[in-house]
């Protein structure tokens, strides 16, 4: 039975999870986090994959590489595999099985962290692991089968995966009260607080600050970034610190809203809103029978 797989050499477990491995970090020297001795393991292991499916699996991009189309199809494959074997194996030593979630910093931060405990009293027996990405790659991987579960926008979902609506993102200004008095009544303040006002925000030029920089000039504001830093969590810790006002997903209130600081919504910051959604890989799924009662637990306690 099989025995064309196992007459040739040059497949083994070990192979495809080196492979999943090398595919996840995008490179051979990343995979190996430098070591010398397990990069040429990995090099090795990775021709004689090739040598033994008879096709090219990756392609060199810059320091890094991208996988071919059969790559793909490997990659998918044999994370799957392995993913069947774990959750056996585990479930045959009573040990617990493995969910892991792909999202943003903040929403890492704001969202799935303050629901853990009751993902926790609803799914037993089972290891979170949260990964913070970036929207593409968290789309690579819930596409690829690479994650369980991803927390995406809905403009950047893979076609091939199934998602369920989790919620808006929504924006508000966040500002420290030595800069302004607010009025009793947020409503009654106009964009005009923004002019010039000192603005922490994103580095970068990703479409957050994109999006920002043009709202700015359509509304003729004076846009006055003074602090930029590499996440949402990060501006937060700044804003209250009382050293820089900043446009923040409105979750950030449980973190950034204090005596110190104004939450102020604002009608001009409707354009930032993003739809949420809680996505997967249907194949996956069926193969992984946790899956389908956390996706009804996520489902339920992520909405926002």
Not at 105 to 129: A, C, D, G, Y
Not at 210 to 229: D, R
Not at 239 to 264: F, R, W
Not at 273 to 297: C, F, T, Y
């Amino acid at each position: 039975m099989f025995e064309e797989l196992i007459q040739e050499s040059g497949l083994s477990i070990e192979r495809l999870r080196n492979f999943c491995q090398i595919a996840h970090a995008g490179g051979i020297t990343r995979a190996a986090d430098g070591n010398p001795v397990t990069q040429s393991l990995y090099s090795r292991q990775l021709k004689e994959l090739e040598e033994y499916f008879g096709v090219e699996l990756v392609r060199r991009k810059g320091r890094g590489i991208v996988l071919t189309s059969a790559g793909e199809k490997l990659n998918a494959l044999a994370c799957e595999s392995l993913g069947m074997l774990r959750d056996f194996r585990n479930g045959c030593k009573g040990q617990a099985q493995e969910l892991s979630i792909a999202a943003g910093e903040s929403l890492i931060r704001w969202l799935l962290i303050p629901s853990l405990s009751r993902f926790k009293k609803n799914i037993f027996n089972t290891v979170f692991r949260f990964h913070n990405y970036e929207t593409a790659r968290i789309a690579d991987c819930v596409a690829g089968g690479v994650v369980d579960f991803g927390l995406i926008r809905s403009d950047a979902l893979p076609p091939s995966c199934k998602s369920v609506a989790l919620g808006t993102m929504k924006h508000s200004l966040f500002i420290p009260k030595r800069m302004f008095h607010t009025s009793k009544d947020k409503k009654a303040v106009s964009i005009q607080v923004l002019d010039g006002l000192p603005l922490a925000t994103l580095d970068g030029e990703g479409a957050f600050k994109t999006a920002l920089v043009n709202a700015f000039k359509e509304q003729m504001l004076s846009l006055k970034i003074e602090i930029e830093c590499s996440s949402f969590p990060l501006i937060a810790e700044v804003v209250s610190t009382g050293n820089a006002a900043a446009i923040l997903p409105s979750i950030a209130s449980t973190e950034v809203c204090s005596d110190q600081v104004s939450e102020i919504q604002l009608a001009f910051l409707d354009r930032f809103d993003r739809k949420i959604l809680l996505a997967w890989n249907e194949r996956v799924v069926r193969i992984r029978p946790i899956m389908a009662k956390a996706k009804r637990v996520l489902n339920q306690e992520l909405k926002f």
